[in-house]
């Protein structure tokens, strides 16, 4: 099958979490990513998206992102996102993904 | 004067091995055999050692004999309560009568040479039974040479169409065969059928019905024509008490029109989008009687329609419990659509489980699948009849597969980048093309690998257009609607449903329409709407 195998990794940082995603973000992805948020999540702060190493989003993806969301606003967490591209910046804009969540322009934001 | 007479085991061939010159003859004897259930074979059994044929009271043809011969002593040679031949002795040389001392050396002698005879009837027997398996051995590899070299070397390959087709030789090898006949134009013929009897005669005559066929198939038009005129020449031909069961179908492989005639042959099961159904047109196999009439009758197959053809070594394989598979677990398992594109392989493999692990295939096992997998790339290019000046950029079709969305969208950004359009825009066709091709995949087509989608990009001055085909009969393509993202992250709606929201947002505009059974879903990007 086309694309690469979703990953994703867990550091901490100053301000929070980073999860690296990296591949595709579809229905595939569902398990890695609720696994790295349970990850993300032992650590306090706001836990960042990094979608830098992500090649492809699609509406299974985008239920993925939702899911770990609704998880996140369950437990008052605070999630946002960095490194999407423009093509995909618009796609959250669309469908209000960035209404919920701070997407950040660079990476610093993880720093 | 010493004979040693030989029986077989088989107590209905009495064999003479001839004369064993232990003492010098005094004259040749003609082999005396001893018939089964003879007098003398009772007495000898009885006896057990030499008896002096003048003592004999009873009579029988072979005791006559011996006595017209001069025989004075017959000696027994029984292994394991069997007779296996006996010594006829002469008067000695001396003219003295035998004593008993002559006749306790022969006994011992018979006893020593009964056991050497009884190993030499075994190997005998078991070197005529390996010589016996050798030549059947050679007889079914000839047969199989015979059919496979028959047999078709590739699959027709007609876009639009999928065939495929399975053959495997019981080990008796039958007479089962297939064949595929290009008459020309969108024409395709299609043969099975099935010779009576094993082996090399079946082979045979399955050669010369193919070679028949083959012939009279190019004349004629029409399939019914073409079983009555291969009946008539086949008639004086085939050996008696041997026919030939075949179907023969003519499928117009652009109008989908499948026209048939059955000489005695299984019924082709076709299998559409409303369940499976027996294509039945009557007619007697082929080489029993001259003059036999062939129905002929058409089936029109839509698009996903499938057509399976199957040799009678399928339907009447048994399970250990002796039961048949029969007509109706084929049309179930027929009916059965799945995942798999290899539908020979999913009933071979469910014919297997039946029969169970381990046991010897009865009888040749044949299929031919042949499935109207689309005209979804000509569903798409129909779907927009008035484009003037429109041209077409690429048309292709994938299969149902996860994952061939992606195909897809690279090979329309193949051409589509070089047709212009800004790279937000691009982006967002692209993400649009994805997410429609796995609609079609996952919805239109169930996941069916079988069953293709269409995808064609045209363009004209105005706009860029790609069309999405799938086959999904009936399914309606739901109204867009906007997801409520809130509720969603409140746990009170699935996560899911956002591919046709994104779709809309996506484009410029997006038609919808269903042509022949396909839905076909179009997206267009205006080229006035670039930045």
Known sequence: ?111 | MVQLTRRSKKSDETAEAGIAPSVSPTRALDPVEIPPGDTLETLLLSVGGPVEVSSIEVDSPTISRLKEEGIELVVPLIGQGELLGALYLGQRLSDQPYSTDDRRLLGNLASQVAPAMKVAQLVREQQAEAKERERIEQELQVAALIQQTLLPKELPSIPGWNVDAFYRPARAVGGDFYDFINLGGDRLGVVIGDVTDKGVPAALVMATCRSMLRAVALRHDSPSAVLAEVNENLVPEIPPAMFVTCLYAIIDTNAGKVVFANAGHNLPYVRTSDGVLELRATGMPLGLMPGMPYEERTYSMQNGDLMVLTSDGITEAHNPKGEMYGFSRLMGRVAKKTKAEDVCGFLVSDLEGWTGPGSEQEDDITLVVVRRTSSAAGSAEAFHQGGQGESVLTSFTLASVEGNERVAIDRVAEVVGTFGLDSARFEKLKTAVGETVMNAIEHGNDNDPSLDVGVEVVADERRVAVRVSDLGGDKVIPETTTPDIEAKLAGEQTPRGWGLFLIEQMVDEVNRTRINGSNVVELVMNREGES
């Open chain 1, 1 to 111: 099958m086309p694309g690469s195998e979703f990953r994703a990794a867990v550091r901490q940082t100053d301000k929070g979490s980073v999860v690296q995603l990296l591949g595709t973000v579809n229905r595939d992805a569902k398990e890695g990513m609720e696994s790295a948020y349970e990850d993300a999540k032992i650590f306090s702060g706001e836990i960042l998206l990094d979608f830098s190493g992500v090649d492809y989003i699609n509406s299974t993806g985008i239920a993925v992102i939702v899911g770990v969301l609704a998880m996140a606003r369950a437990e008052e967490r605070e999630v946002g996102a960095f490194g999407l591209t423009d093509h995909y910046k618009e796609v959250f804009e669309i469908t209000r993904l960035a209404d919920f969540m701070h997407i950040y322009e660079d990476a610093s934001a993880g720093s």
